[in-house]
T-cell receptor, first 117, second 118 residues
């Protein structure tokens, strides 16, 4: 597609339930990132995919969080046993892989607003 | 580790006035610096980036930023504010040459909300 697409745009879930957030990156973008934007915490890096591999998972806050990417395209972020502190906007971004000494910059999706009640 | 500080969580300027949003970075290696803008209920949009070429970088919507190594700053400016500039602005840093995995992980500042007064 023309941009990064995320679904759903809004999700309200009960504490303890599992949720899945979806990201469709720009076609051909091999790099994919998940970030979390919450009040008081700003934008936090969660995970980075190169193709279907995730060489950097350092930002995942706990083992309740996992992500996968299939076909070098769609990515799913799964949060198990959701807690109220998981409430945030989850942003996905994609980019072409940059050269070693340059940066391409990202294209972000509009995000999924997750509310845990 | 690298970090970014944005001075002023809220900035208000009159329409037509100069916009100045401040960003200072901390990095032990040459940084790559970015400004992103976020409109309500939207994702972040890249305004401009500094990648060690020209120190004065021009971006979209009339914005520009100047990299000043001696001041460790990358302030964002626009000569004349427009109502459509009202949004939240984020400064971000990425450091070091990319490893084999091409990870462009960004560290973001806490953002500055820009309000334009008619």
């Amino acid at each position: 597609g023309a941009g990064v697409s995320q679904s759903p745009s809004n999700k309200v879930t009960e504490k303890g339930k599992d949720v899945e957030l979806r990201c469709d990156p720009i076609s051909g973008h091999t790099a994919l990132y998940w970030y979390r934007q919450s009040l008081g915490q700003g934008l936090e890096f969660l995970i980075y995919f190169q193709g279907n591999s995730a060489p950097d998972k350092s930002g995942l806050p706990s083992d309740r969080f996992s992500a996968e990417r299939t076909g070098g395209s769609v990515s799913t972020l799964t949060i198990q046993r959701t807690q109220q502190e998981d409430s945030a906007v989850y942003l996905c971004a994609s980019s072409l892989l940059s050269r070693r000494t340059d940066r391409s910059g990202y294209t972000f999706g509009s995000g999924t607003r997750l509310t845990v009640v | 580790a690298q970090s970014v500080t944005q001075l002023g969580s809220h900035v208000s300027v009159s329409e037509g006035a100069l916009v100045l949003l401040r960003c200072n970075y901390s990095s032990s290696v040459p940084p790559y610096l970015f400004w992103y803008v976020q409109y309500p209920n939207q994702g972040l949009q890249l305004l401009l980036k500094y990648t060690s070429a020209a120190t004065l970088v021009k971006g979209i919507n009339g914005f520009e930023a100047e990299f000043k190594k001696s001041e460790t700053s990358f302030h964002l400016t626009k000569p004349s504010a427009h109502m459509s500039d009202a949004a939240e602005y984020f400064c971000a840093v990425s450091v070091g040459p990319l490893n084999n995995f091409g990870n462009e992980k960004l560290t973001f500042g806490t953002g500055t909300r820009l309000t334009i007064i008619p």
